[in-house]
């Protein structure tokens, strides 16, 4: 998977706005592909979590997807690029999970 924070999504429409194309469509992505099994191990990493992946079958009528790539060249045309990588942000996001526990629950 090819994840992106919140806040770079923000970012790149803002500059999408300020270009004042219309029609237009921009990849906003990390521009770095990520393994659901390194996204599950970071995040355990930073909750401080001892919890194990359980593994499932992949339903015979689904479509498996193995990698997610974005490229990100054309949103970078407009003077975009991502700031938070997926460790900065999954540490902000735990923290505020951790501080507004009632709100997610």
Avoid: C
């Avoid at 090819?2 to 906003?28: C, G, P, Q, S, W």
């Avoid at 990698?67 to 975009?80: F, V, Y």
Wanted: glycine share 6%; charged share 30%.
């Amino acid at each position: 998977m090819d994840f992106v924070n919140v806040h770079d999504i923000v970012e790149a429409n803002y500059r999408a706005m300020l270009t004042k194309r219309v029609n237009e469509v921009y990849n906003v992505a990390s521009g770095k592909s990520t393994s659901v099994n390194d996204l599950f191990r970071l995040l355990s990493q930073i909750m401080g979590s001892k919890i194990k992946p359980v593994y499932k079958p992949f339903p015979a009528t689904g479509k498996l997807v193995i990698r997610r790539l974005a490229d990100i060249s054309k949103t970078e045309s407009i003077g975009w690029k991502p700031r938070t990588d997926l460790e900065k942000g999954l540490s902000e996001l735990a923290d505020d999970v951790k501080k507004n526990l009632a709100f997610y629950g």
